[in-house]
């Protein structure tokens, strides 16, 4: 069974308060080189708790910055349950695009232009992959075939996908692109190599980011790798103690790569130039590929998904939390701060 109803929630949606799949708001004006000390909203996602065995709902809103206001803007419908349950990872999260709609999937599945997204599924064909237009509704199958790949990232060039070899287990290996018009996965050259069980993570700044790892003994010592996507050059951008998983949330406006573990939160300047910033949150790392990491980047600074609340990491400043949402749950970013 293909996932159609994406379509009518799409649709409906389009004139609908919170509560459907797409919603239209008062946007806030999109300001690229707006002052970093100017008033802007920062859209927000969050989870709420229905009552017991009911499971929970996407909340979205805004936090005025500086001042830090926050609003409920209401729910997003409840996902739509491919056959497997698998793909609903990706409407398991919320962005807000700069034409000032509510989207309920992650960012990284949104097109760069914010006009489609993409998502997988599995139908009596094999393994599928669809691209949906936000403005028809239309839901389109790009990708069928015996692989499962997952989606990374939807860049202006192409879709980037991870080939899936037991998704359950979280294991994942190499780099793809997809025509968005469709076709079949074409390996990223330097992508075939000894990596981490999720591999590469998410793709930014001309380059995919990813996990490796080595064994002594009993022991596992983790580090970030960069690819370039240009060369097909792998360089080890942090390497990390023993023992302590690092995730690699996304790059800035400078180029620079944010990371994390449990623990401890970076900044890495270059190859081997790692900055530890303080990490009062604690900033929440990520869980698996093809996940939202809340990772936003915009004039303001570095914005991190948080306990209760998101944290604004600028050059220069201490960390600050804009508290908003639910104390009990993680608040995510759901786009880059607009005036």
Not at 178 to 189: F, I
Not at 213 to 232: F, M, N
Request: hydrophobic share 40%; net charge negative; glycine share 10%.
């Amino acid at each position: 069974m293909r996932a159609l109803t994406v379509l009518a929630l799409l649709t409906l949606a389009a004139c609908s308060q919170p509560g459907g799949a797409v919603v239209t708001s008062p946007p806030p004006k999109a300001s690229p080189t707006a002052s970093a000390t100017a008033p802007c909203k920062l859209p927000l996602w969050w989870t709420v708790a229905l009552s017991p065995g009911q499971g929970e709902e996407i909340h979205v809103g805004f936090v005025t910055i500086p001042g830090g206001a926050a609003t409920d803007a209401g729910a997003l419908p409840p996902p739509v349950q491919t056959p497997n349950g698998l793909p609903s990872l990706v409407f398991d999260a919320a962005t807000y695009t700069t034409s000032g709609k509510w989207v309920r999937v992650a960012r990284n599945v949104m097109s760069a232009d914010e006009k489609r997204f993409v998502y997988w599924d599995t139908d009596q064909s094999g393994q599928v992959m669809h691209v949906v237009d936000l403005a028809s509704g239309s839901d389109r199958v790009i990708y069928t075939g015996a692989s499962l790949y997952v989606p990374i990232a939807f860049l202006s060039d192409a879709i980037y996908l991870s080939r899936a070899i037991n998704l359950r287990q979280g294991s994942l290996e190499n780099l793809y692109r997809l025509d968005p018009s469709g076709g079949l996965p074409q390996l990223v050259p330097g992508s075939d190599r000894h990596m981490y069980q999720w591999a590469w993570i998410n793709v930014a700044d001309g380059a995919a980011w990813g996990i490796d790892y080595k064994v002594e003994g009993t022991t596992y010592t983790y580090s970030l790798l960069r690819l370039d996507l240009q060369t097909s050059e792998v360089q080890t951008w942090l390497a990390e103690t023993p023992e302590d998983l690092i995730w690699p949330l996304g790059v800035d406006g400078r180029h620079r790569l944010y990371a994390a573990d449990q623990q401890h939160l970076w900044r890495v300047d270059s190859p081997g130039n790692a900055v530890s910033l303080p990490n009062p949150g604690p900033i929440m790392p990520g869980s698996g590929t093809g996940v939202e990491t809340g990772f936003v980047a915009d004039s303001r600074g570095a914005w991190f998904p948080g306990r209760g609340g998101v944290w604004l990491y600028a050059d220069g400043q201490e960390p600050r939390e804009f508290m908003a949402g639910s104390a009990n749950s993680t608040t995510y970013p759901a786009g880059t701060c607009l005036s």
